[in-house]
């Protein structure tokens, strides 16, 4: 599998935060995933190659696991479908990140995040 380069910046920080991380290059490899774990938490580009983001939160979301979108590209989607999932404008700076994921978590901030 190849990673681009945003996903492995991401995985990476995550890594270091010392969570455990898988990616997915496309909806294609990313759905499949559902089938074998359970996540607590996905973050999911908007622009894949073969589709967005939103098919895969949608699975996500179905299982109950909550979703962050990052997108450079918001206005090519309708609001209604952003606003279902956490969404978050790229550039996203790596404390931002840890802060959504606290969130999203129902963590409260960052740093009261308790790694699992």
Same mark, same amino acid.
């Given at each position: ?6 996903? !492995?910046?991401?995985? %990476? /920080?995550?890594? =270091?935060?010392?969570?455990? =991380? ?33 098919? =895969? ?10 979703? /962050? ?11 209604? %479908? ?9 550039? =996203?700076?790596?404390?931002? !990140? ?7 978590? +129902?963590?409260?901030?960052? +740093?009261? /995040?308790?790694?699992?």
């Amino acid at each position: 599998m190849t990673i681009t380069p945003c996903a !492995l910046s991401f995985a %990476d /920080i995550l890594s =270091v935060a010392k969570y455990d =991380v898988d990616t997915a290059e496309s909806v294609k490899a990313a759905l499949p995933l559902f089938e074998s774990n359970y996540y607590n938490l996905l973050i999911a580009d908007l622009m894949l190659p073969d589709g967005t983001g939103i098919q =895969v939160a949608e699975e996500a979301q179905r299982r109950g696991t909550p979703t /962050i979108i990052l997108t450079a590209y918001g206005y090519r989607f309708r609001k209604a %479908d952003l606003t279902r999932f956490g969404l978050m404008l790229k550039p =996203v700076r790596p404390d931002e !990140l840890l802060e959504a994921m606290a969130k999203a978590l +129902g963590r409260g901030s960052a +740093g009261t /995040i308790s790694h699992e």
